[in-house]
C-alpha cells in the first residue's frame, strides 16, 4: 500500500507560482512512477505530468509544458510540481498519484489518467 499526501495548494494572482507536494509513506515509493492530474468541476481528470522511478524521465501535457517543472526526491519519499506563471484556466484540484503499471505513459495525458494509489487532492486557484 502507497500513501500519497499532498499540500501546497492555495489562491494565486495570475502570474503567480505555487510549489505543490507529494509526500509518499506506506511503501518504497522510489518504486513508483508518480504522476500529477488535476480535476476542474464539471470537467474530467487531465494529466499534466509524470516523473519515473528514478527521477530520470520526465514529461508534461502540452498546455503546462515550460510553466510546470516536475521533480522527485527519492531520500524524502517527495515529488514537488513546481508551476509558475499560472493562468485561470490551471485552476483545479490538484492529485498526485501511482499511474497504473508503475510506469509514465502517453496514456496518461490522452485519456482520463489511470491509476492504483492518489492522494486526497489539493485546490489550486487562479483568480485576481
Known amino acids: 500500500q502507497l500513501q500519497l499526501v499532498e499540500s501546497g495548494g492555495g489562491l494565486v494572482q495570475p502570474g503567480g507560482s505555487l510549489r505543490l507536494s507529494c509526500a509518499a509513506s506506506?511503501?518504497?515509493?522510489?518504486?513508483?512512477?508518480i504522476g500529477w492530474f488535476r480535476q476542474a468541476p464539471g470537467k474530467e481528470r487531465e494529466g499534466v505530468s509524470c516523473i519515473s522511478r528514478s527521477g530520470g524521465n520526465l514529461n508534461y501535457a502540452d498546455s503546462v509544458k515550460g510553466r510546470f517543472t516536475i521533480s522527485r526526491d527519492n531520500a524524502k519519499n517527495t515529488v514537488y510540481l513546481q508551476m509558475i506563471s499560472l493562468r485561470p484556466e490551471d485552476t483545479a484540484v490538484y492529485y498526485c498519484?501511482?499511474?497504473?503499471?508503475?510506469?509514465?505513459?502517453?496514456?496518461?495525458?490522452?485519456?482520463?489518467?489511470?491509476?492504483?494509489?492518489r492522494g486526497q487532492g489539493t485546490q489550486v486557484t487562479v483568480s485576481s
Open positions: 506506506g511503501s518504497t515509493a522510489d518504486d513508483y512512477a
Open positions: 498519484a501511482a499511474p497504473r503499471f508503475r510506469v509514465c505513459r502517453s496514456s496518461w495525458y490522452t485519456r482520463a489518467p489511470e491509476y492504483d494509489y
